[in-house]
């Protein structure tokens, strides 16, 4: 039988990490392969604050250096991805003895204003609560409040753009393809992988492995790799709620909580609002990460200290929950386990290399793959040089504050598109849409109609472009349209997808 192609670099995991290094190393001519056990951004990656932010938050726990990098990233990652990517002011109300006091609150603003890459998101302001519209949706005690930058992502499609601009810059893109195997010789690796769908197997070599599997890193090195006791990471769950529109701004608020926590309360799909997150300790698989009653109480609880009308379970139209795969560095408290991240190569002098990746964020995941790249070229020799600054994720090929023109644009391409269809055309897929309408010439073109702002034309671009498989893929990660459809019409286009995949 023939031997499998020998490539450079075999990527486990295809969340943001696994999906940036794939495309960073990639664009600088290494031949690489990546597997992803299930969909792209199934894992951490999808279930997000979402927050291209510095973490104003980790300035207590002084992790300047993160947050000093995260904050530098937020315009560059910005310029990269107009189109899933956009700037958002966070209004933070200030409660007389509150938690922290308004000086200390003001200086961390401070300092994040200044800690460095703030061009075009606007310094922090003080508003009045009395006079200003964020007021009106909270109680009237909160009369002061700080308003300051951050971004916001839609970080399954981040990921899927990664995989996407991997794949267009030469990387092998493998999905529903989980890693059962990987045995180390003496200059590669024989790694397995076995279909999720149909259970086949597959043989892959390369000269080094980059496990990037987030909270499923040392299930990796235990399962995949035979090792003993592998316990790296510390895994903390996070929980969001999804509420009917709670406001009628396009501001977010960042909330204090009693317990020194906080959370965020952020406008979200139009006609919703999205309150998280949660912290706490979490022990079993994560796939199995689901919201606690309590921590349903938790956030309902927490926002209503603040909304005027209060927040119930009963009002909750989606929830989400992920783990985060925190480097453990041995903190007592969740919240304030390292959000850094940390990249160790295992490189042997008998035996093929590896680099485990354990935590980060989305925002800082540009870097990540930057500084991985600087191992992988010590390991297994140095190819190209950093790119990704200055580059586009495909469609993203606009100026920032590009996407209203954008939109119009599309719709003189395509008159018969309601505004609310294009403007979402554009969020998800920029430059792009139009090549997505492109057989499109008529309302009647665009086909079936799943309902939303779901058509035929989308959900086939989806499954030939984007290796969208199930109605999950396509309502809750390549779009968030589940928030939108009736279960019949999921049902719908569940039978669809059937009859495509097996077409
Ligand atoms: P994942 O996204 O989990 O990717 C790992 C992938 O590996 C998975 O898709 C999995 O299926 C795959 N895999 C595992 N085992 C195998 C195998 N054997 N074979 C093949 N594939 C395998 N960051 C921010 O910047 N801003 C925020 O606002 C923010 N909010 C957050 C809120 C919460 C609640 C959480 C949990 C995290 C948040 N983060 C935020 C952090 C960020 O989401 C994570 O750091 C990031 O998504 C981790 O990405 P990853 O690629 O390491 O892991």
């Known amino acids: 039988m023939a031997r499998a192609p020998l490539f450079d670099i075999f990527v486990i995991g295809g969340g943001?990490?696994?999906?940036?290094?794939?495309?960073?190393?990639?664009?600088?001519?290494?031949?690489?392969?990546?597997?992803?056990?299930?969909?792209?951004?199934?894992?951490?990656?999808?279930?997000?604050?979402?927050?291209?932010?510095?973490?104003?938050?980790?300035?207590?726990?002084?992790?300047?250096?993160?947050?000093?990098?995260?904050?530098?990233?937020?315009?560059?990652?910005?310029?990269?991805?107009?189109?899933?990517?956009?700037?958002?002011?966070?209004?933070?109300?200030?409660?007389?003895?509150?938690?922290?006091?308004?000086?200390?609150?003001?200086?961390?603003?401070?300092l994040y204003d200044h800690l460095g890459g703030r061009k075009l998101l606007p310094a922090t302001r003080t508003l009045n609560l009395a006079r200003d519209e964020a007021g009106r949706s909270l109680k009237p005690e909160f009369r002061r409040a700080?308003?300051?930058?951050?971004?916001?992502?839609?970080?399954?499609?981040?990921?899927?753009?990664?995989?996407?601009?991997?794949?267009?810059?030469?990387?092998t893109i493998l999905s529903r393809a989980k890693v059962v195997s990987a045995q180390r010789e003496a200059d590669h690796?024989?790694?397995?992988?076995?279909?999720?769908?149909?259970?086949?197997?597959?043989?892959?070599?390369?000269?080094?492995?980059v496990n990037a599997a987030g909270p499923w890193v040392d299930q990796v090195l235990a399962g995949a790799m035979g090792r003993n006791n592998a316990h790296n990471v510390r895994l903390v769950q996070g929980s969001h709620i999804i509420v009917r529109k709670k406001f009628n701004h396009d501001r977010a608020y960042f909330f204090q909580n009693p317990d020194n926590r906080i959370i965020f309360a952020i406008p979200y799909e139009g006609d919703f609002t999205l309150i998280g997150t949660t912290d706490r300790d979490f022990k079993d698989d994560p796939k199995d990460v689901r919201i606690s009653e309590e921590e349903v109480h938790y956030l309902c609880d927490a926002a209503s200290d603040y909304f005027k009308e209060p927040i119930l379970p009963a009002d909750i139209v989606w929830s989400y929950s992920a783990v985060r795969p925190l480097f453990d560095d041995g903190a007592s408290?969740?919240?304030?386990?390292?959000?850094?991240?940390?990249?160790?190569?295992?490189?042997?002098?008998?035996?093929?290399?590896?680099?485990?990746?354990?935590?980060?964020?989305?925002?800082?995941?540009?870097?990540?793959?930057?500084?991985?790249?600087?191992?992988?070229?010590?390991?297994?020799?140095?190819?190209?040089s950093p790119w990704t600054a200055g580059s586009h994720l495909p469609g993203g090929d606009f100026p920032v504050t590009g996407a209203g023109k954008a939109v119009s644009e599309l719709m003189s391409h395509a008159p018969f598109l309601a505004r609310g269809h294009a403007e979402r055309l554009i969020r998800c897929y920029g430059t792009d849409a139009r090549t997505l309408l492109s057989s499109a010439k008529t309302a009647e073109d665009l086909g079936r109609h799943f309902g939303g702002t779901l058509y035929e034309v989308e959900v086939r671009w989806l499954i030939d472009r984007e290796w969208a498989v199930?109605?999950?893929?396509?309502?809750?990660?390549?779009?968030?349209?589940?928030?939108?459809?009736?279960?019949?019409?999921?049902g719908g286009l569940e039978d669809y997808l059937q009859a495509a995949m097996a077409a």
């Open 16 to 110: 943001i990490n696994g999906c940036g290094i794939a495309r960073d190393a990639a664009g600088r001519g290494y031949s690489v392969v990546l597997a992803e056990m299930n969909d792209f951004a199934s894992g951490t990656s999808s279930g997000a604050t979402k927050l291209i932010h510095g973490g104003l938050r980790y300035l207590e726990h002084y992790e300047f250096r993160l947050v000093r990098e995260a904050l530098m990233e937020r315009e560059v990652l910005w310029a990269m991805a107009p189109h899933v990517i956009w700037p958002l002011r966070f209004v933070l109300p200030i409660q007389k003895g509150g938690v922290r006091p308004a000086w200390l609150v003001r200086l961390g603003l401070f």
């Open 146 to 171: 700080f308003e300051y930058s951050d971004g916001w992502v839609d970080d399954a499609r981040m990921v899927v753009l990664n995989a996407r601009d991997a794949q267009i810059r030469g990387a």
């Open 189 to 209: 690796w024989v790694i397995t992988t076995k279909s999720t769908r149909d259970g086949s197997t597959e043989t892959h070599r390369a000269r080094m492995v």
């Open 470 to 490: 199930s109605a999950e893929d396509i309502l809750w990660r390549r779009t968030k349209q589940g928030l939108f459809l009736t279960p019949d019409e999921v």
């Open 333 to 384: 408290k969740a919240q304030e386990a390292t959000r850094d991240y940390v990249l160790k190569v295992e490189a042997p002098e008998d035996g093929a290399p590896l680099l485990n990746v354990f935590g980060g964020k989305l925002t800082t995941y540009r870097r990540l793959a930057e500084h991985a790249l600087e191992k992988i070229a010590e390991v297994i020799g140095a190819k190209g």
